[in-house]
């Protein structure tokens, strides 16, 4: 049964960098839209970016932007989510999901609840803090 994973998660100080990793063995990346999601105590999950992977555009929340890098290695196949600058509010479980492509902008897809995502992993905590 095809599955995907995430790892990379952890514990950093604000200011600080971390990598998470999303493994999706079996998948052709090529064919998958990818998203990257979080959720905090208390607070519903939200699209924190997304690629699409008819063309490739790439969304990112307002509060990420300039710090978070989404990207993928189709020969691997893994997606990634490049974080930098963290601070204490991005704290929180970070999903990785896929899904085929839908007709839809890439922030729709991120944002908008109504789209369902194919396969989710199983979640890396993410906690920044001093």
């Known amino acids: 049964q095809l599955h995907i994973k995430e790892s990379g998660g952890g514990l950093v100080q604000p200011g600080e960098s971390l990598t998470l990793s999303c493994e999706a063995p079996g998948f052709y990346l090529d064919y998958w839209s990818v998203g990257w999601f979080r959720q905090a105590p208390g607070k519903e999950r939200e699209g924190v970016s997304c690629?699409?992977?008819?063309?490739?555009?790439?969304y990112y929340t307002d509060s990420v932007k300039g710090r978070f890098t989404i990207s993928r290695d189709t020969a691997k196949p893994t997606a990634y989510l490049q974080m930098n600058s963290l601070k204490p509010e991005d704290t929180a479980v970070y999903y990785c999901a896929i899904r085929t492509d839908v007709i839809k902008t890439v922030q729709a897809m991120c944002t908008d609840p109504s789209v369902t995502w194919d396969y989710w992993g199983q979640g890396t905590q993410v906690t920044v803090s001093s």
């Open positions: 690629i699409k992977n008819s063309d490739g555009r790439t």
